[in-house]
């Protein structure tokens, strides 16, 4: 019943009438169809990131799904809710002959953007890999690389972007929209990277340092009181220098084992998920092929997360302060612990 719902769907404390997601699970129906193997918790550990098994998205969710990306993606058409939107970037690789679309925030537009981030094929697993916690969504990403010319997304760790916010418990979920290929710019991860750090348990410097100079610049702008100061926060974080993580940033060390274990891909299938650590480095090449390479990101935080600086973490989200618990409208509770048994599950190390 869409007529029904607000039109900002961030009011919704969980899933919406819509009919997108079924109605969430409990105790052992829960953790027999959507838990994470033993196995698998293993290779999240030891990699950095694992790839489902099975699929988490029905055939009816991954269709919603691609027809609302695909609606959001028309620029001649902008969707009659953008204002609400974190970002949008129709072409995020302006200037460099490739394409790439990506936005933040399209959880509040529509109810299959919305619902799929309360999905429990997806959110039980999100709280094994935070060590069992309850699990609180951060914010969402689409990704679209358009046929022939859609551009890399550089090689970075998550955590290097959101590190005003902390400690770290931090993890990502790629959700792929149409099957993902060597051709058409699957996601690559370079397995066992999320041990790299810096000064005791830092994230690497960002290659491309776009995304802490823009909070930086939002951030004074609003110590300033300047009105731009949101805009300057929506402003773009990627850039298509894909090696310059590994040429400007890695220790002699770091490269070694980089050559020891390569990037590799699950490439994976439509409406499967790889979830992986916020410290794992991950990137993608372009796609070259006849036809569109989408995704969708799921960020999530465990309960508890707090905010390490001052003003808005997001466009459109609500100011906080340092040492600040991040919950409320803009970061739900997205998988409460109540609903199974964790301690009889395998769950992450770190």
């Known amino acids: 019943m869409e007529n029904d719902l607000p039109r900002d769907l961030s009011e919704l404390p969980g899933i919406s009438s819509a009919g997108f997601a079924p109605a ?9 169809q959507h838990a994470l193997t033993a196995e ?3 290779r999240y550990d030891r990699d950095g990131y694992v790839a489902t098994s099975r699929p988490v998205l029905t055939p009816a969710q991954l269709e919603a799904l691609r027809h609302d990306l695909d609606a959001l993606t028309d620029q001649r058409n902008p969707h009659p809710k953008v204002d609400l939107l974190n970002e949008l970037h129709y072409n995020e690789a302006e200037g460099s002959g490739q394409v790439l ?3 933040l925030g399209h959880w509040r537009i529509a109810p299959s953007f919305h619902d799929v981030a309360f999905l429990d094929s997806i ?34 760790q998550d955590y290097s972007y959101w590190d005003r916010t ?23 991860y370079v397995p066992g990277s999320h041990r790299w750090t810096r000064d005791g348990g830092r994230p690497l410097p960002q290659a491309a340092a776009k995304a802490r100079e823009k909070m930086a610049r939002a951030r004074d702008l609003a110590r300033a009181g300047q009105a731009d100061a949101e805009e300057t926060l929506a402003g773009a974080s990627f850039d298509t220098d894909m090696d310059a993580l590994y ?3 890695l220790t002699d060390d770091e490269r070694s084992q980089w050559a020891a274990r390569p990037p590799e891909s699950a490439r994976l299938k439509a409406g499967y ?3 992986h650590h916020a410290l794992c480095v991950h990137g993608s090449w372009g796609n070259t092929s006849g036809a569109p390479r989408r995704a969708i990101v799921l960020n999530y935080f465990a309960h508890g997360t707090r905010a ?43």
Request: hydrophobic share 40%; aromatic share 8%; net charge negative.
């Open 273 to 275: 998920a790889a979830f």
């Open 308 to 350: 390490y600086m001052e003003g808005s973490l997001l466009k459109g989200v609500p100011a906080v302060r340092p040492g600040e618990v991040l919950g409320g409208q803009f970061h739900p509770v997205v998988f409460n612990t109540n609903r199974v048994n964790v301690s009889a599950l395998p769950v992450a190390s770190s």
């Open 247 to 249: 040429n400007d940033v």
């Open 123 to 156: 959110c039980l697993p999100a709280c094994q890999l935070l060590q069992g916690r309850p699990v609180r969504f951060w914010h969402d990403q689409a990704f679209v690389k358009p046929a022939g010319d859609g551009a890399v997304v550089q090689w970075h």
């Open 101 to 103: 679309f990506h936005c």
């Open 166 to 188: 902390g400690p770290r418990a931090h993890l990502t979920v790629h959700i792929a929209l149409d099957d993902q290929t060597d051709e058409n710019g699957a996601l690559h």
């Open 24 to 32: 969430p699970l409990s105790g052992m129906e829960l953790s027999t």
């Open 40 to 42: 698998e918790v293993e």
